[in-house]
């Protein structure tokens, strides 16, 4: 595996060795030792999988207690995948990050706890895959607005996004609880 820089430290691109030959291609998609070896070492006890059509924006979600670390991929499609250090005693506090994320490419985002994500849905449909270090916690769940202007997304938008009624509801950044 390469693991590729991106401008929040933390926030890593995971590109796996593919191997290809005349019967298709195979790859590891995840390999908790690997990973370890470079610091993402969390036991990852959740799997989660969305299908959104294009348009789709999920986010900005993240966990004020049992914060959870995430590693995404794109099983179908694409998406533009985005982070957001909410800690408030770090350098990049407020700092977002987005990449796109393709199922061709097999690529990997990780995430660590204290971040938010969200993505928008690029392709006609996608397919997102992500396992999570903590379970699903409805109570401790808070969500950030997908357009705050102090966050200033680039967010690769043709129309209006398609939004749940929670993401909708979602609160600016400077009133939400961050992490110390």
Not at 31 to 38: E, G
Not at 77 to 91: P, Q
Not at 125 to 140: I, L, M
Not at 153 to 160: A, H, R, S, Y
């Amino acid at each position: 595996m390469q693991f590729i820089p991106t401008s929040l430290p933390e926030v890593i691109l995971i590109q796996p060795k593919l191997c290809a030959d005349d019967r298709g291609v195979f790859y590891e998609s995840y390999n908790k030792r690997v990973l370890a070896s470079v610091g993402i070492d969390y036991e990852f006890v959740q799997d989660n999988q969305s299908i959104s059509r294009q348009g789709v924006l999920r986010g900005l979600h993240y966990q004020i207690q049992q914060p959870q670390a995430k590693l995404v991929r794109v099983i179908k499609g694409s998406i533009f995948d985005v982070a957001i250090d909410l800690r408030r005693h770090s350098l990049h506090f407020g700092r977002c990050v987005g990449v796109t994320l393709k199922a061709e490419d097999k690529q990997s985002l990780f995430i660590p706890p204290w971040f938010a994500h969200g993505f928008l849905v690029l392709s006609d449909f996608a397919e997102v895959h992500y396992k999570t270090s903590d379970y699903y916690a409805p109570p401790h769940e808070r969500c950030i607005r997908w357009d705050d202007p102090q966050l200033a997304i680039q967010w690769p938008l043709v129309d209006k996004p398609v939004l749940s009624d929670k993401d909708r509801a979602g609160i600016w950044f400077n009133n939400a609880e961050v992490f110390a």
